[in-house]
Every structure is written in structure tokens, then in C-alpha cells.
């Protein structure tokens, strides 16, 4: 090997004038080291050249099969430690803890285009990708991989599902962790990746041999079925949360730079995962920046998701700021700004700016009041018809300022709480086997267990539980916004009450195959099939008096409207409610209190005792 100076810009490993070329940034280590190893044996250390912050090296004919690893020294009350070896915060290929010098191998992806499907049209199915195909129900041969949900696209397009949103798929430690469960006395592992580790590097936990390779296969078999791929992204903290006996990468690397501190130098801890990223440092803006871009121009996603975003909005001190430099390089970047952006406009430590994304860009976000106004009303709680018919029609409450319903996604449930059917099971959340006694998970859920706590087996309570399952989907799809749904929900999956198994690889968060039920399928197609072809339920702009015509005394429990040749009614009562619609030939086409029934041609009504905790949507005969 010959070595030379090499240069400092990109950052990570690359070919540069024919030599591989090693660029780290570093603004307070006073030497940096280069660590070759092959087979996980030592064969060489570099001492590196530094050109401001950005310490380099190249190096000629330089051998194949080879790792790398980087050594900072510096100041002790920085955290540097000299004898751990640290990876490349950039590194695209991760194997047993060290960093490969190779690039991705080249990838036919045979002429694949993003599916470009506008905002309004969107139908979002949150997912796992482990989880999805991992239960032996799920008779794949490519189980628990990204490879298995290929097998299962047939499932989506027959759903009518034309978005997923993968949970964490950047590359994370699954058994960093040290919760047991209780019940079996075995370990769990962090199923549900949101200790990110590797941000060029998807997780290779659910690939079989090249995780690269299998991810873009994955992207481009769903674009050739037209279905988006939204990633889930976690910038506000990473995995190597605060303890200082394990060192990956940023802690060992510039940990005052990486990470928001206090006066004293502890970590401050607005995510509830211990450790906070400094987002609008310059350096770590730049770290940001250049991963978003590597997943949409060399992964092909068409979005992401934003967990906690809310921690992208503050400063090195923690304090919010008005125009937070991130969110502004964001805006403008001609890479990014054209992919979907959905925000979790909070964080753990009070932040909550939901309605605000929107002012900082092409940003949609994640509605956590649709999610609470949704449950309450539902469940007959007073005074929220208001509410109820405010976010049906798009949450112009919160949004007003943007103009648009398309800044809500519209949910009733989603990986974090409560599935669908213990919301209508459980009122009491029943985390035990998480290991933290039943601390964890949130207490206020909104949710109501229809009369009996847990499992049952008298029919009117069940057949309530259904209703309401019904009636959640029905309103989701009748919304104004984007609709947004967890995978499982479309069965009634049950994790058992449990409402945070962020641990749990097993049956709580596997989808189980052999639970599909043909009618909940077929009710639920057909609501997506229905909302996709009347246009007056995706509006892009809110509605004005004249395209909504109100049936609704504000001080009950019933909602009722009239959009063009549609007419919905929500009765959230205890009690049957007589409606009388609107003069015209209506045909039901759901009403919720006759099981999983969709009616493409049902009878004629101009009237109906609408039953309690029951829905109905007609349409108007042509």
C-alpha cells in the first residue's frame, strides 16, 4: 500500500484519483488514527492529516476484504478515549462492528422511477419489516426480511395500499439491551429499531446475505406495483444512549459536537432515550443532509418520516428556535424537498408544535389530535361532536395557517400504543412482560374496552368491539387528509393490552397470516376503493360552506353531513338515533352496525334508527 494525504471532501470512504480515500469529521480530537483489519485481525494503523476539521488519509493499491475502524485522542472531558476503535459515522457497509472499505455493488434497478403518487391519493400502511412476514403463518420463504414483503405485495395491492411506512430500518444493535421479561425470564431484544446506529446502512437483521442489495430489490418491486416506500428516521438520538462504556461512533468522535450537553457536560435528555443529537450544529446538519440524500438518490425512497421531530427544531442549548437551520437546508434542498416529509411534531420533553411543520416546508405530519379526537368521540365521550366533524373535514383548526388538509395524517392507531382491537378491548394497558413493571407506555389511551376488561366471550360485547373497529376505518377513510393505518389492524391483531412491546419479537408484534379474515379484507378494500374514487373526500384545500351541508345538533353525540352525492352519519350515542336524509334516492352502501358489510347497490332508505355506536354511509343513486 501506498500511502498519500488524501482530501476531505466526501466524508467516509471513497475513490478518490485512484485511491481509496478516508475523510472524518473531528473538530476537537489532536490526533486521528486509521485502523485496517481483515478477519478481524489488526494489519495496520494510519495516522491521519487534518485540513480544518476534517482529518484524511489515501491510500494506493489498497487490498480487498478489508474493514475499517477509526482511533480518536483528545481531551479526556471530551470522552475521547484512545483504545476504542469507532465507526464511520458514513459507512455504508457495517460487518461485525467495523466499517467495510468497498462501495455498494452495482444494482440493476431497471429503469425504476419513483411512483409519484400525489399527497391526496396516498394510502399509508405502517409496518415492520421483521415483523411483517417472521410468524411461520406467514409461509414465506424469505421470512423476517426485506425479500419477504415482495412475497407479500399481493396483500397490499389487494388492500389497495399504495404507501408503506417501514419502521427503523437504519442499521441498530437488536440486542442492545438489558430488559428481560418477567413471565419467561428470557432477554428481549430492541425489535422496533429506534436506537439507530448506522444511517447509510440498512439494518442487516432483515437481510439474508447483502442487506444493500435486498432493500433495493425491495424498493424497486414496489414502485413496479406502485406503492411509495416512506422510511421512518430517528436523527434525534442514537443508540449509543448514555452509556459511557459503550462507544460506536459519534460519543468517541466529537461528543460535544453530536450531542446536546449541559453546563456540567451530562447529556440532556429531550427524547427519553438518554442521549439528544445536536441537529443545527453546522457538522451534524451536514451528517443529516447527507443522509437523507443517500437514501433517495442511492435507495430510491420516496419519504420519510421524522420520529420526534420536534428535537430538529432546537438549538445546541435546547432551546427551540423560530427557524431552525436544518428544517431551512431541508426546504431548500433540491434533493429532499421533493420526497414526502411527515413530522412528529413533538418530543419527550413537552415540545409539542403539532400544526407548526408545515410553516418550515413540503411538510405533512403526523395528528396526534385526529388519533385523540377520533377515540373520544367514538366512544361517546360529550362534547366532541365538534371535534369529531372538525377533523373528519381535514383539522383546520390546527391547520389553517397551511390551507391544506394534506398536513394531517390521519390515524387511529399506530405502532406506539394501543393496536385497534385491544383500543376497543382494553382499558388498562398490560405491559408486564416488557420488563419495566408495567411502568412503561402511556397511561391515557382514550380507549374503551366495551364494557369488559380483555377477552370475552359474550356475543354483544364482541359484537360491539367489532362495531367499533368499523367505525374507526370507516372514519379514517372519510377524512379529509392522508390515512395512515399499522399492518394487523386490517385482522384486529392483539398485543395482549400491551401498548409499548418496543422489545417484544414474538406473536405481540409478528403479523399473523392465518388470522385474515376475507370479510374484514373485503370491507376494508372497499372503503379504500371508495375514497379513491370520489374525489370530494381528498380535497386539497379545506371545505367551504357550500360543499358541506350539516345535519348535526353540536350538543349530541351524532354527526351528520352531506358531501356532494354522499351522505355520513356518526352515531356515538348509548342510544338508537332516528336520522332523516337529506331529499333524494340514497342507497346504504356501510352501515357498521350490520357487520363487515360493504353494499355496492344497497336498498333505497330516506330514513333510519341509527343504531348506538354505529355509522352509515349512502350514496346518492345516479
Not at 371535534?387 to 383539522?395: D, T
Request: charged letters at 20%; one cysteine or more.
Amino acid at each position: 500500500m501506498k500511502i498519500c494525504t488524501g482530501v476531505p471532501d466526501p466524508l467516509g470512504f471513497s475513490i478518490q484519483n485512484g485511491a481509496a480515500n478516508f475523510a472524518l469529521f473531528s473538530a476537537h480530537a489532536e490526533k486521528v488514527f486509521l485502523g485496517l483489519f481483515q478477519n478481524d485481525n489488526p494489519i495496520k494503523e494510519i495516522p491521519m492529516e487534518r485540513t480544518k476539521d476534517i482529518w484524511h488519509i489515501g491510500i494506493f493499491d489498497f487490498p480487498e476484504n478489508v474493514e475499517y475502524a477509526y482511533r480518536c485522542e483528545g481531551p479526556k472531558d471530551h470522552l475521547y478515549k484512545s483504545d476504542a476503535w469507532l465507526i464511520d459515522p458514513y459507512a455504508k457497509i457495517v460487518r461485525s462492528g467495523r466499517a467495510a472499505a468497498a462501495l455498494p455493488a452495482p444494482f440493476d434497478w431497471g429503469g425504476d422511477k419513483p411512483p409519484g403518487i400525489p399527497k391526496e391519493e396516498l394510502i399509508i400502511y405502517e409496518m415492520h419489516v421483521r415483523g411483517f412476514t417472521k410468524d411461520p403463518s406467514s409461509n414465506a420463504s424469505h421470512s423476517g426480511s426485506y425479500l419477504g414483503i415482495i412475497e407479500k405485495i399481493p396483500h397490499l395491492k389487494k388492500l389497495g395500499i399504495n404507501a408503506v411506512e417501514l419502521m427503523p430500518i437504519f442499521g441498530f444493535d437488536q440486542n442492545y439491551t438489558k430488559k428481560i421479561n418477567p413471565k419467561t425470564g428470557q432477554k428481549l431484544v430492541n425489535y422496533w429499531g429506534y436506537n439507530p446506529l448506522h444511517f447509510f446502512s440498512p439494518m442487516g437483521w432483515y437481510a439474508e446475505k447483502d442487506p444493500i442489495l435486498e432493500f433495493k430489490t425491495l424498493v424497486r418491486e414496489l414502485h413496479k406495483n406502485g406503492i411509495e416506500v416512506i422510511l421512518d428516521v430517528v436523527y434525534n438520538h442514537t443508540g449509543e444512549e448514555n452509556d459511557l462504556s459503550y462507544y460506536v461512533h459519534f460519543r468517541g468522535i466529537d461528543n460535544c459536537v453530536y450531542y446536546l450537553l449541559s453546563a456540567d457536560g451530562q447529556y440532556l435528555n429531550y427524547t427519553g432515550c438518554w442521549n439528544t443529537v445536536n441537529a443545527n450544529h453546522p457538522a451534524v446538519t451536514k451528517f443529516i443532509l447527507d443522509s437523507l440524500q443517500f437514501w433517495v438518490e442511492e435507495m430510491h425512497v420516496d419519504g420519510f418520516r421524522f420520529d420526534l421531530a420536534s428535537i430538529l427544531t432546537r438549538d445546541p442549548m435546547g432551546i427551540p428556535l423560530s427557524h431552525p437551520p436544518l428544517l431551512d437546508r431541508i426546504a431548500k434542498d433540491p434533493v429532499i424537498s421533493k420526497v414526502k416529509l411527515i413530522a412528529e411534531a413533538w418530543d419527550a420533553a413537552g415540545l409539542y408544535q403539532l400544526g407548526s411543520f408545515p410553516k418550515w416546508g413540503p411538510w405533512s405530519e403526523w395528528n396526534g389530535r385526529y388519533r385523540d379526537t377520533v377515540r373520544r368521540f367514538l366512544k361517546g365521550d360529550a362534547e366532541q361532536a365538534g371535534n369529531f366533524a372538525s377533523v373528519l373535514c381535514g383539522s383546520e383548526m390546527i391547520y389553517a395557517s397551511s390551507k391544506t388538509p394534506l398536513s394531517s395524517i390521519n390515524f387511529f392507531a399506530v405502532h406506539d400504543g394501543f393496536s385497534l382491537y385491544d383500543l376497543v378491548t382494553y382499558e388498562t394497558k398490560m405491559n408486564i412482560e416488557n420488563g419495566e413493571n408495567n411502568q412503561d407506555g402511556n397511561d391515557q389511551n382514550d380507549n374503551w374496552n366495551c364494557g369488559v376488561e380483555g377477552e370475552t366471550t359474550d356475543p354483544a360485547v364482541n359484537a360491539l368491539r367489532e362495531r367499533q373497529m368499523r367505525n374507526f376505518f370507516l372514519a379514517l377513510f372519510l377524512s379529509q387528509g392522508i390515512p395512515m393505518f399499522h399492518m394487523g389492524d386490517e385482522y384486529g391483531h392483539t398485543r395482549k393490552g400491551n401498548n409499548n412491546p418496543y422489545g417484544q419479537d414474538n406473536e405481540i408484534n409478528w403479523f399473523l397470516w392465518n388470522k385474515l379474515d376475507e370479510k374484514k379484507l373485503n370491507f376494508i378494500s372497499s372503503l379504500i376503493a371508495f375514497r379513491k374514487a370520489h374525489e370530494q373526500l381528498k380535497h386539497t384545500k379545506f371545505l367551504v360552506d357550500e360543499e358541506v351541508n350539516w345535519f348535526t345538533d353540536w350538543d349530541s353525540r351524532l354527526v351528520a353531513y352531506q358531501l356532494k352525492n354522499i351522505y355520513i352519519a356518526f352515531n356515538a350515542s348509548s342510544e338508537k338515533t332516528r336520522i332523516v336524509l337529506p331529499k333524494g334516492n340514497w342507497r346504504t352502501v356501510v352501515n357498521t352496525a350490520d357487520d363487515w358489510l360493504f353494499q355496492t347497490n344497497g336498498p333505497l332508505l330516506t330514513s333510519l334508527d341509527l343504531l348506538p355506536y354505529s355509522a352509515l354511509l349512502a350514496k346518492m343513486q345516479e
